[in-house]
């Protein structure tokens, strides 16, 4: 019996694993330990998050180079096959590569990060979480009209920041410019129509003017770009059946359709209180000359 436990007490294989057990143990249990004590501390939800993922991976990667050093002396005879084996196992992984490279340009090159609004992939949502391969987003838009959640939850390999344009509808500027058309018909009070539509357009959408434009400064100091006009602005076009006004304005990512709801609803009542001076405009077909008719009646 005795003989039996010194024999297992001995052994070098047991001794490695004992060791790599303890060691990973501890490894993970110094990493849960920061991240209550000084993780927890990190002001901000997207810099804890980033914290809190960075020290996961470095978990992980002190347990590979842990295990690594315990059975250093065993992997000697592996490295030749490993170098053959390398190019193949390169290119059957090659995807998942290309996705732990772009999950660290999103990390690293201020891609996106959790709850931004972006479209990759041809698909538009709020990014949820960024794994090493994918990213989960909860998507917006599809059978449902306007920029409101479907409820379907959409993995995407993170490789597409390399093959598709990242749209971010919340990064540095998180405004939109957005705008609505007004078919008016011919003999309205047109300096009226712009008066109202104007006033409506500072009323509902003017309180963001301000701050965009501070934004949009912050874009010029940090890149090239022209000034650009953040207050509402009414433009006119007639065409053949009507005349048109476009009112344009800036509006938070979030609210395009409630914005444009209650724009609409304002510009109703504006109209409609004109007494008749601003007529909304529609389709109409006029009949100019009746054909002829042939008409056989069998008797």
Avoid: C
């Amino acid at each position: 019996m005795d003989d039996t436990i010194q024999k297992y007490l001995y052994d070098p294989t047991i001794g490695k694993v004992s060791t790599i057990v303890i060691g990973i143990a501890v490894i993970w249990l110094l990493i849960r330990v920061i991240q209550r004590n000084l993780l927890s501390k990190i002001q901000g939800n997207d810099n804890h998050y980033r914290a809190k993922k960075f020290s996961n991976y470095t978990g992980y990667f002190l347990t590979i180079v842990l295990i690594t050093i315990v059975f250093s002396d065993k992997l000697g005879g592996f490295t030749v096959a490993l170098g053959v084996a390398g190019a193949g196992i390169a290119f059957a992984l090659q995807e998942v590569i290309a996705s732990f490279a772009g999950w660290l340009a999103i990390m690293f090159g201020d891609f996106y990060k959790t709850g931004d609004r972006v479209q990759l992939g041809g698909i538009k949502g709020d990014v949820m979480d960024i794994g090493v391969l994918r990213t989960t987003i909860m998507e917006t838009g599809q059978w449902v009209d306007g920029d409101l959640y479907n409820g379907r939850i959409v993995l995407i390999a993170n490789s597409y920041v390399f093959k598709e344009p990242v749209f971010n509808y919340s990064g540095d500027f998180p405004f939109l410019w957005d705008e609505i058309k007004i078919p008016v018909s011919y003999g309205s009070d047109y300096d009226l129509a712009r008066k109202l539509l104007l006033e409506i357009g500072a009323k509902v959408a003017g309180d963001l003017t301000q701050q965009s434009k501070e934004k949009w400064a912050q874009l010029q100091n940090k890149f090239r770009l022209e000034d650009a006009q953040t207050d509402p602005m009414v433009s006119l076009i007639a065409n053949d059946n009507w005349v048109e006004f476009t009112l344009r304005y800036v509006v938070s990512y979030k609210k395009r359709r409630a914005t444009k709801t209650e724009l609409f609803t304002h510009i109703l009542k504006a109209f409609e209180g004109s007494n008749g001076a601003i007529k909304f405009a529609s389709a109409t077909f006029q009949l100019v000359e009746a054909p002829d008719f042939n008409v056989n009646i069998k008797k």
